[in-house]
């Protein structure tokens, strides 16, 4: 197959590896230094809908895999899918389960979607009587997208105002009760009708050890995720996943591509934490490291509305086989942070121990490797136990040396 992936993260040189690997030609657009060396980059902006369709035109694009969420927000799956192309991901309707927390929390209500308590402030004085009738940690979210860093988990009235106010300033701001648990990551393929859950990935939200910090836009994975057994997974099928897909149907928001829920196993049972209508970075890199089947063939049938039921077995991760991701990021993410830092080393790939993907690198006009984004690389390490894996992602992930680079080192140990 032709392959058009659309995207410059690290989730897209995944993708663009695995479907490469698998015989497909694969482009990127706009992909990244690391994609340039398996695929061929093609530099267009995503946002721009008619300069991707060209490019599908001229490639004679067999499948279309859409990977952020700006793109999809914006309608490029509508555009694509209207001029006759295959196309992974939903259109603009359906990708407010994603873009907009408040469609998303009326949606999760309306079906019966066990969730947060939560409350929609829409005014200073609003956010000013919340913070006032309330106590202990909150969780204030904006409701648009915010690349993972929308949301304060705060129980500082003047942290709670501030973030609150910067938010109302454009926004709605969701208002949550703090849920405890055990976090992780389901991913549900979807052709419009049938779907199949594919391995749960255990993402780390926080950058420092221990789950302290602001919200990042995840810094590791670990797939699958050791917690949760047969009867977690199936609590969460027939709680929130299955709820959701009837919801989707009534609703006529169906669609080719990936539904993710972000899930916390609370002590009362699995709640929703949000949707996203993509894959997730970084759970992707770690979670296409143990992927069984063939990655081309399901993307393609869902998008084509003709999913085997049976593909979710063969998706289903070897036993014992585990894969740990780090992400490097630059110096002060996720707060602001430079861009085109020369890269000085990085790890060799090893195929069966680690791989490393890159996000948004560069050359700069001499040709040496730069950095472009906040979260730069991720490590991915494969073993037969989820100690294995780590070990080998972190030694990979040390490999990775640019000034300022950090990663979190602990990640998969706490899961
Ligand atoms: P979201 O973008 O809604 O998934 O929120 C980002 C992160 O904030 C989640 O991955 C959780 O770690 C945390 N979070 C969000 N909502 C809650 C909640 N109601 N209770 C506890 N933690 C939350
Ligand atoms: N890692 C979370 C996300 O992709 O939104």
Redesign the pocket.
Same mark, same amino acid.
């Given at each position: 197959m032709n392959v058009l992936v659309i995207g410059s993260g690290a989730r897209e040189h995944a993708l663009a590896r695995r479907l490469g690997t698998e015989g497909n030609r694969v482009s990127c657009a706009p992909g990244n230094a690391g994609t340039a060396g398996i695929a061929d980059n093609l530099p267009l902006n995503p946002d721009d809908a008619e300069t991707v369709l060209r490019a599908c035109r001229e490639l004679g694009a067999d499948l279309v895999v859409i990977g952020p969420e700006d793109p999809l927000a914006a309608g490029l799956a509508d555009r694509l899918r209207d001029a006759g192309y295959p196309v992974f991901g939903p259109g603009a309707r359906s990708a407010r389960l994603e873009s907009s927390?408040d469609f998303a929390r009326a949606f999760a209500e309306r079906h019966g979607v066990p969730r947060?308590r939560t409350e929609v402030l829409r005014t200073e004085s609003d956010l000013r009587d919340y913070i006032g009738r309330t106590s202990g940690k909150r @969780?204030l979210?904006k409701s648009g997208l915010a690349a +993972?860093k +929308? @949301?304060l !988990?705060s129980s500082d009235p003047g942290e709670l105002l501030s973030f609150g106010r910067s938010v109302l300033a454009g926004d709605v701001l969701l208002a !949550? !009760?703090?849920?405890t648990g055990r976090?992780l990551s389901i991913f549900a393929v979807c052709d419009g009708t049938r779907r199949v859950v594919l391995p749960a990935c255990a993402?780390h939200?926080k950058p420092h050890p221990g789950n302290l910090g602001p919200?990042t836009g995840g810094m590791g994975a670990l797939c699958p995720v050791p917690f949760a057994g047969p009867d977690l997974l199936a609590r969460i099928e027939a709680e929130v996943v299955e709820p959701t897909f009837r919801g989707i149907a009534r609703e006529g928001l169906a669609y080719p591509g990936v539904l993710f829920l +972000?899930i916390?196993a609370a002590p009362d049972g699995p709640k929703l934490? !949000?949707y996203n209508v993509r894959f997730g970075d970084p759970e992707t890199q770690s979670l296409l490291a143990v992927l069984g089947g063939n990655l081309g063939d399901l993307l393609a049938s869902a998008a084509s509305g003709r999913l085997d039921p049976g593909a979710g077995a063969a998706a289903a991760a070897a036993p014992d086989t585990w894969a740990c991701g780090f992400v490097a990021a630059a110096p002060g993410y996720p707060g602001s942070y430079p861009k085109g830092i020369p890269v000085e080393a990085l790890p060799e790939d090893n195929p069966g121990r680690s791989l490393l993907f890159h996000a948004s690198t560069l050359r700069d006009a001499s040709g040496r490797l730069v950095t472009g984004g906040g979260r730069c690389f991720t490590a991915v390490g494969l073993g037969s136990t989820p100690a294995e894996a780590r070990e080998n992602g972190l030694a990979a992930a040390r490999g990775i040396r640019f000034e300022g680079a950090w990663f979190r080192e602990d990640i998969g140990s706490t899961v």
């Open positions: 927390k947060a @969780v979210k +993972g +929308g @949301v !988990e !949550e !009760e703090f849920l976090e993402d939200k919200n +972000g916390m934490l !949000e």
